[in-house]
């Protein structure tokens, strides 16, 4: 089993900035796509970008483009999400997710496998 544990959120002030950050553990993860996901109150899930491990391509949602950039470490099995110049609708609680597939799925909340519990993000205007 594949276990994603977020860390990084918080409360901060429109026009920042915050970097999430999730460690991928348990057994050796052999998915090719890690993605963020995020579910505002009373809202659904959204698509928020997406890296594929080998090689590097990302995508992005349109909201987001331009403002927040996903990376990763592949010594420390970990994806990050630089998340710049913070709206008040930015907030939400994000997930990152992975699976094993077609990198072409990468927006699909329901082409993930694994899920981890979220890290809410607050901005304030």
């Known amino acids: 089993q594949v276990q994603l544990v977020e860390s990084g959120g918080g409360l901060v002030q429109a026009e920042g900035s915050l970097r999430l950050s999730c460690a991928a553990s348990?057994?050796?993860?052999?998915?090719?796509?890690m993605g963020w996901f995020r579910q505002a109150s009373g809202k659904e899930r959204e698509f928020v970008a997406a890296?594929?491990?080998?090689?590097?391509?990302?995508y992005y949602a349109d909201a987001v483009k331009g403002r927040f950039t996903i990376s990763r470490d592949n010594a420390k099995n970990t994806v990050y999400l630089q998340m710049n110049s913070l709206k008040p609708e930015d907030t939400a609680v994000y997930c990152c997710?992975?699976?094993?597939?077609?990198?072409?799925?990468?927006?699909?909340?329901?082409?993930?496998?694994?899920w981890g519990q979220g890290t809410q993000v607050t901005v304030s205007s």
């Open positions: 997710a992975a699976y094993a597939g077609q990198t072409t799925l990468a927006r699909n909340a329901w082409a993930y496998d694994y």
């Open positions: 890296i594929i491990w080998t090689g590097g391509r990302t």
């Open positions: 348990g057994r050796t993860f052999s998915g090719n796509v």
